[in-house]
């Protein structure tokens, strides 16, 4: 499929469910629900609510906030990920021992953590940051000890028998191997990232997205809620739009996939 169909496509999807929301909003097909409009407002609203936040300059302090904690915790989580990740997979005996806590640590529900992170970092941005990377790290970690772990036995003794040390190994046969999985993981933490910033804010902030949302929604005031989500559901593809960047820019030697053209 071409990229211009692709995007046609899309396109043509969020025409549509706009299109749905705005005739509910106009005209309720369900004659139960007579306020249709103030429980999901309609689009022209939350259209005109967006404008105001970028004509009148409200939203781009919020939006330097969260971007500033979402790259953090995105970047913090991810170098820890791949380099424990790493060692991990390297090292088979330290995984072992290890691999009880891991998964306890990784089952441990993030949004608890939250009020201690704040109690222990303020309400500052470290403490947003914090959850972040909790949600980012295990993601990231999974993801590069299977992409080492999944070397090809083949590979690594026809490397080993060219002579190549650890550090050539490294390098030429586990750091490929694990950058198509670790992409992918990047891929997911991103959105991760952000959750970690926005609920974070949403539970206790000055400002941020999560602010923004959870000041419209304590008013009651739907039309902004749904703003709010709007601007960080494309912030969220502005984010992932550069990690893709980065992903065709590190894997040009990876041939197409099976359909891709």
């Known amino acids: 499929m071409s990229r211009a169909r692709l995007f046609t496509l899309q396109i043509g999807v969020a025409f549509v469910f706009i299109a749905a ?3 509910c909003a106009q005209y309720p097909v369900f004659g139960e629900v007579k306020n249709f409009r103030f429980f999901f407002s309609a689009p022209d609203d939350v259209g005109l609510r967006i404008w105001k936040f970028f004509a009148t300059g409200m939203i781009w302090r919020h939006l330097w906030i969260t971007l500033t904690e979402t790259i953090l915790a995105f970047v913090i989580g991810a170098v820890g990920g791949v380099v424990i990740g790493f060692w991990f997979a390297r090292q088979p005996r330290v995984a072992a021992v ?7 640590a990784n089952a ?6 939250a009020p201690i992170f704040m109690l222990w970092f303020g309400l500052g941005i470290w403490s947003k940051v914090a959850l972040g990377v ?6 990231v970690f999974f993801n590069v000890y299977q992409g080492v772990k999944e070397v090809s036995p083949t590979v690594l003794a026809n490397a080993r028998m060219l002579g190549m040390n ?4 490294l390098r030429h046969v586990y750091w490929p191997s694990a950058l198509s999985w670790m992409f992918s993981s990047l891929h997911t933490s991103v959105g991760f990232a952000l959750v970690g910033a926005v609920v974070g804010e949403y539970l206790g902030s000055a400002a941020g997205l999560g ?4 000041e419209a929604e304590g008013t009651f005031d739907v039309t902004g809620v749904f703003a709010g989500m ?3 559901a494309f912030f969220v593809l502005a984010i992932d739009y550069l990690v893709t960047l980065a992903e065709n820019r590190l894997l040009a030697w990876r041939p197409p996939a099976a359909g891709q053209g």
């Not at 441990?108 to 953590?113: A, C, G, I, S």
């Not at 909790?134 to 993601?139: E, P």
């Not at 650890?166 to 190994?169: G, K, N, S, V």
């Open 134 to 139: 909790t949600l980012v790290f295990f993601i």
């Open 21 to 23: 929301w705005h005739v």
């Open 230 to 232: 709007v601007v960080l």
């Open 211 to 214: 602010y923004v949302i959870h």
């Open 98 to 104: 290890f691999d009880p806590y891991v998964k306890m």
């Open 108 to 113: 441990l529900p993030r949004v608890v953590l």
């Open 166 to 169: 650890e550090r050539q190994l």
